[in-house]
């Protein structure tokens, strides 16, 4: 395709490999980001993910390289990557010391396996799917060689294990209502990025071709993997750095990251698809009350509109939505709208008229709106890639932000579609050209986040809350993220583990499960167990389907209640912690659920751990995930740690049996660590200006914690305040503000665990 290399061509950052038959493009962004670029669809780039220019001034050296007997090429080398490239397109990645980290693959492609016709024929008979997990060749496509010991991590919210080597998926945002099975390929979100950690190095790719995309990690054959697309360039940014965590901070470097949350949304948040009248939301905010749940934030499910209509509102069952969401408030408890796409088609309906007559829905290729079908009957899809139709969208939020709504969540934005798919062909805008659902269907949820947060922040002034379901890299900026229509199944609480840390490992640091399963029925211990995990989780919802059995934890017995209470409470008690893990991600994209490898990427015995994460650098969580399980096996990593329920000590780089009776998930506090918490309130805020409670442990460390209002953007302009705290060990520790911008805490309360 390529053919022998001719030449290199230099300018500013940019070099253009020229090639007998196809250029090929090296731009050396950073000293650890490359980015390969072949125009075989566009000539410029059309990132969707990458906002803004992200050149930083690199020096590099850059060398003919000819030996006799040996291939030519061209070497680039910054002061942390050597880039080669060779004929025929091929491209290797050195570490600065020159180690290969990657190198393309150059041998004759061999699947595993090569099932005959025939014998597929036969085993289709009885209803198998055949699984040609052969050597695809994709239009665009790359080929890399593997190495026996690599892992691979992220590509989003993809089911199945933490580690992807020797598994095959897709990306398309898929919104499937089956039971999400380990072997499903695609689900609702699509984030062409994954780290590969070897024994020696570790890096990154970030594949941004927004078309449907295969991702081979080995399964075809052990000794290489592949990723392709079915149309779009081969554009793809190779990142390097000394860590994981480096290589996240790179990638969400150029992809960008999440901005700090409102504080409120870390808190409790309570759901159904279901919840249709406002007698039901009066009784909710009473119940959590009286319960002594606290609780932040109620869900609208779809059932608040008129005939499933966007920005309506049932006049029958909530008669004075105004009055309702202001009396909520009043207990502190916001309201979170769901807003979907599909505009229904009716006369005379304001967003659908007002939509036809500006142009602004997806057409058919002969020109006419196109219409599918979704809650509301026919509907059409807003044309979000418009930047026209995002203002537009963005404004009519209006609608929501007077009634005195506080969230929005964006659902059904793969987009859905009840009356079958949405052929390939179907016109769509690409920002300033017209494009089509090929290309623009991976990200139209994530130009749906964009509006939705553009236009709530110009409305509002404060930190916009979205949640949605479909996503594409670089939707962190935008929103959080949810991980859709699970099921009330053991499995999927295993699954929400490696899941939840895949998609922090992709850049989406905001996100969570629906606790106790929105499909099927949940029972008593397995909602237990789940809000267990779910309290760690940033988006901490509990979320079920219309037809199910409500899930709300008073249904389950005193029991249950008690252990849901300890755990939400456990939270709140958190979340100054989980604020500034927020903050710590919109510094350096570290997520705040972090799967252990992240930090201990040369222990072994985490590269394959899927039942422990870490919340942040100082909580290890090891919940149970089985049912009747009583005793867990855990597996702490090098140093000490301190059970977090009675502070005994255990020395680390060992598995232990520990006790895990049902109201008990075993967590672990690292040595030296300081965890900052809040007094008891049912919702944030309850307490004006809370006291600050440090738990300090034995061992030596340091930790910023950062303090601000919680709801705006006046800390951009300063108004916070940083401390640092520093654990000297033997109750030692020092409090230095290191940026002051804000009001005081009442009061630091130091409690020296021993
Ligand atoms: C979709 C969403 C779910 C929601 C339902 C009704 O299935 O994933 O969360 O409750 O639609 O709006």
């Given amino acids: 395709m390529y053919g022998k290399l001719t030449g290199y061509e230099k300018n500013g950052q940019l070099v253009t490999i020229h090639y007998e038959k196809q250029d090929m493009t090296l731009h050396v962004l950073t000293p650890e980001i490359i980015n390969v670029f072949v125009p075989f669809y566009t000539k410029e780039h059309r990132s969707k993910a990458i906002e803004g220019n992200k050149e930083l001034p690199t020096t590099f050296r850059i060398e003919e390289i000819s030996q006799t007997g040996r291939e030519n090429c061209i070497m680039l080398t910054t002061d942390v990557l050597v880039c ?7 491209i290797d990645f050195y570490d600065k010391a020159g180690n290969l980290l990657c190198a393309d693959y150059r041998q004759k492609r061999i699947p595993r396996f090569e099932l005959q016709e025939s014998f597929i024929e036969f085993i289709k008979q009885e209803g198998h799917e055949v699984d040609m997990a052969g050597s695809m060749d994709y239009p665009v496509q790359c080929v890399k ?66 078309f449907k995309s295969y991702f081979n990690f080995g399964k075809e ?68 009350k009286e319960c002594r749940i606290p609780c932040d ?64 829905y997806a057409k058919a290729p002969d020109g006419s709106v196109y219409v599918n079908a979704v809650w509301p009957g026919d509907a059409v899809y807003p044309d979000f890639g418009n930047p026209k139709v995002r203002d537009w969208w963005g404004s009519h939020l209006e609608f929501y932000t007077d009634l005195g709504v506080n969230g929005v969540w964006n659902d059904m934005n793969e987009p859905a579609s009840f009356n079958g798919p949405l052929p390939n062909d179907v016109i769509f805008t690409d920002e300033d050209r017209p494009s089509t659902h090929g290309e623009m269907h991976n990200v139209y949820g994530h130009n749906m986040a964009k509006a939705t947060y553009e236009g709530w922040k110009k409305l509002t002034g ?119 893990l927020c903050r710590v991600c919109e510094k350096t994209g570290l997520p705040v659920i972090r799967p252990l490898v992240l930090h201990y990427e040369n222990d072994k015995n985490v590269r394959n751990l899927n039942d422990e994460f870490l919340v942040g650098e100082q909580l290890l969580v090891a919940p149970v995930v089985e049912q009747g399980a009583v005793k867990r096996m855990v597996y702490l990593p090098e140093g000490i740690w301190y059970d977090y329920w009675t502070n005994k000590e255990y020395m680390g780089n060992q598995y232990y049996l520990t006790d895990a009776p049902l109201d008990t998930c075993p967590i672990f506090v690292k040595a030296g660590s300081i965890l900052p918490k809040a007094p008891a309130q049912m919702y944030v805020g309850e307490i004006e200006n809370p006291e600050l409670i440090l738990d300090v442990y034995p061992g030596c460390g340091s930790y910023t914690h950062y303090q601000d209002n919680g709801e705006d953007f006046a800390y951009l302009d300063g108004a916070y305040n940083e401390y640092l705290f520093e654990n000297k060990g033997n109750g030692n520790l020092s409090i230095t503000r290191v940026h002051e911008g804000y009001r005081d805490y009442p009061d630091i309360k130091i409690n020296y665990i021993s």
């Fill in 462 to 580: 404060k930190r916009p809350f979205v949640i949605t379901r479909a996503c594409y890299s670089g939707s962190q900026k935008y929103t959080t993220a949810w991980t859709g229509d699970n099921q009330s199944l053991w499995t999927h609480l295993r699954m929400a583990i490696p899941q939840q840390c895949n998609l922090g490992l992709s850049g989406m640091a905001f996100v969570g499960t629906d606790i106790g399963g929105f499909g099927a029925d949940t029972t008593p211990e397995l909602l237990a167990r789940w809000v267990e995990v779910g309290c760690f989780s940033p988006l901490f919802r509990n979320h079920c389907a219309k037809g199910n059995m409500n899930q709300e934890p008073w249904l389950f017995g005193e029991d249950v209640l008690n252990i849901y209470r300890k755990y939400v409470e456990l939270r709140y008690s958190l979340l100054p912690y989980f604020y500034d």
């Fill in 297 to 360: 934030a109620l869900h609208f499910d779809i059932d608040y509109m008129d005939h499933y209509k966007v920005f309506t509102w049932n006049k029958e069952r909530f008669t004075d939505a105004r009055t309702l969401l202001s009396d909520l408030k009043a207990q502190g408890i916001k309201a979170v709208t769901i807003i979907d796409p599909g505009v229904k088609v009716e006369k005379d309906y304001n967003m659908y008229e007002e939509g036809m007559k500006n142009g602004y």
């Fill in 221 to 288: 054959n052990n000794s290489y993997y592949s990723f392709g697309s079915d149309n779009g360039n081969l554009d793809y940014y190779f990142i390097g750095g000394n860590s994981m965590p480096d290589i996240l901070a790179n990638y969400t470097y150029l992809t960008g990251r999440m901005p700090l949350p409102q504080k409120w949304t870390l808190g409790y948040h309570q759901s159904r698809w279901g919840y249709d009248s406002e007698e039901t939301f009066r009784t909710l905010a009473a119940k959590l």
């Fill in 84 to 90: 080669k490239a060779y004929d025929n397109g091929m």
């Fill in 145 to 210: 060689e593997l190495d026996e010991k690599d892992c691979i991590y992220g590509l989003g919210d993809k089911t199945g294990v933490l580690n992807k080597r020797y598994y095959e998926y897709e990306n398309w945002n898929s919104d499937i209502p089956d039971p999400h099975e380990d072997c499903f390929k695609s689900l609702y979100k699509s984030i062409p990025f994954f780290i590969t950690l070897k024994e020696n190095g570790v890096y990154g790719i970030f594949y941004d071709n927004t």
